[in-house]
């Protein structure tokens, strides 16, 4: 192994230790990461844009800086990251993978890239996705189909895809995604990787492109539950250009990931939600997810079953509110003040309306067309009770599950996803199919607590492909799903000999 090679292989916080002793730059990192960048996006496709030139004139900015100077940052500072494309980047083109934004270079950043900023962490480019972050699989991207580094030939979950990916083909260390219904945690247990979706408002949105109001959330994804806890402080707390920003600041997520890290669970009581397993997750998902359950509970966790009636409803929810949220919020991509604008061809009246519709024609693809149709159905007049109103009267009883359910327990458990990464197409006729992949994710979401998916291990089947456990937190209480996914993250290291996403075959760096 090069010795770039071991370097991009360290965690972030590893890389970070690594600054501060000297043993190596920002730049020698940034330009590591390229390195792998370039090998491996012929194969992998994690990435729409790399802003290289940014990159490399971020991270000599910090390392020029004065040793007084930079022991008054973040512990991250000068590690690089990689940026979901439907977070706003002063100066880097941003399209939310879709063709109606093709072109369009934002003139501000979104409030977690200026914290990113400010924290001196390289910028490596924009990481592909399903287009304005509507799919499971990243194969509704307008540009390209990202693929799962642990079989090319599968997929790497969605929205988030591509900042996934990256992280877990080492061509960078960090990336920030966003979770509406589990854009961050599906991929992240079909790739190996860390996913966090924070509480609903403890990081702001102000930048984030909006898909649907009330459930986007940016999270970390990391190839460890300390990185992530490390990312989170960073990118958390208030925010007063954003309407939905909670006042409290950031929680001690990282002293948390440090404690669960000593492997003591003694007092903690875990949930196993009675409708999040079983029957319609697959054989080897379900082995590994038990198997990690044992584990906690050798290191001193008490596991209670917990019963969420309404979760059954959850999807059902979700696929009203979601549409209806996409539908008011995709209505400002018109051809009239940014972005793509088709005229009408000759012979047809050259009207706004006509000029609107054949944008969006040309501009939106299939899986955003459904939804804003699913969306403009539910809120249309006549329907808009029976079909809106009553999801968000089941979103409220989901709500009380979650209540009811931490009144007996402190964090919630349950597979991330039913199943391992499908091959492409395999899903891509059948929508309910694909929508059923985020059976488990999206609960957190329609309550606005806090969840996180790590790897519980490769699947007990004969692919070998990753599987992800989720951990879920009280609203506001984020720090209490760090402790046991810690805990649980070195235990599983000591059963498979060390990182799980270390067992990756890398033949793009020559290994």
């Not at 458990?413 to 395999?426: H, L, W």
Request: hydrophobic content about 40%.
């Amino acid at each position: 192994m090069t010795a770039a090679n071991e370097l991009v292989k360290l965690s972030a916080v590893e890389m970070a230790e690594a600054i501060k002793k000297g043993d190596t730059s920002s730049r020698e990192l940034v330009d590591a990461h390229l390195a792998v960048i370039e090998a491996a996006e012929p194969s992998i496709k994690a990435f729409l844009k790399v802003s290289g030139d940014v990159a490399r004139l971020q991270a000599d900015t910090f390392d020029a800086l004065p040793a007084e100077d930079k022991a008054q940052l973040p512990e991250l500072a000068g590690v690089p990251i990689a940026i979901k494309d439907m977070i706003v980047t002063k100066g880097i083109e941003t399209t939310a993978a879709s063709k109606i934004l093709e072109g369009w270079i934002p003139p501000y950043d979104a409030t977690v890239i200026e914290k990113l900023k400010a924290a001196h962490m390289p910028i490596l480019g924009k990481t592909n996705l399903d287009e304005f972050a509507q799919g499971s699989s990243t194969e509704h991207s307008a540009y390209q189909t990202t693929h799962n580094p642990w079989d090319t030939e599968r997929v790497p979950g969605g929205s988030g895809g591509g900042s996934a990916s990256a992280v877990a083909a080492f061509e960078a260390p960090l990336a920030l995604g966003t979770d509406t219904g589990g854009s961050i945690r599906q991929p992240g247990s079909l790739t190996g990787t860390v996913g966090v979706k924070p509480t609903y408002g403890g990081v702001s949105r102000f930048g984030a492109i909006a898909m649907a109001s009330s459930l986007d959330q940016i999270g970390p994804v990391s190839r460890t539950v300390l990185d992530s806890a490390l990312l989170q402080e960073i990118i958390g707390g208030n925010d007063r250009r954003d309407s939905t920003s909670i006042p409290e600041g950031p929680r001690p997520m990282a002293a948390a990931a440090r404690e669960g890290m000593k492997r003591d669970l003694k007092g903690l009581k875990v949930g196993l939600v009675k409708e999040l397993s079983g029957e319609g997750f697959q054989p080897g998902v379900q082995q590994r997810f038990d198997e990690a359950v044992a584990k906690l509970k050798e290191m001193g966790a008490e596991v209670v079953e917990v019963s969420c009636p309404h979760f059954e409803y959850a999807l059902g929810a979700y696929y009203i509110i979601m549409p209806s949220e996409v539908s008011s919020n995709l209505a400002r991509y018109d051809g009239m003040r940014y972005g793509l604008r088709v005229m009408p061809p000759a012979g047809v009246p050259q009207t706004a309306a006509n000029m609107m519709a054949y944008t969006r024609e040309a501009g939106f693809g299939d899986e955003v067309k459904r939804r804003i149709i699913l969306g403009t159905y539910a809120l249309s007049a006549g329907y808009y009770d029976a079909w809106y109103g009553s999801a968000q009267k089941v979103r409220t009883l989901i709500i009380n599950d979650f209540k009811k359910a931490f009144e007996q327990a402190d964090v919630l458990v349950s597979p991330t996803s039913p199943s391992t990464a499908f091959k492409f197409g395999e899903k891509m006729d059948d929508p309910l199919a694909m929508y059923m992949n985020d059976i488990a994710t999206i609960p957190a979401n329609l309550a606005g607590v806090p969840a996180m998916s790590i790897p519980a291990g490769l699947s007990a089947d004969d692919l070998a492909l990753p599987v992800g456990i989720q951990f879920i937190a009280p609203q506001q209480r984020d720090e209490v799903m760090y402790k046991p996914a810690a805990a649980l993250e070195a235990a599983l290291e000591e059963q498979w000999g060390g990182p799980i996403w270390q067992s990756l075959k890398t033949p793009w760096l020559g290994e």
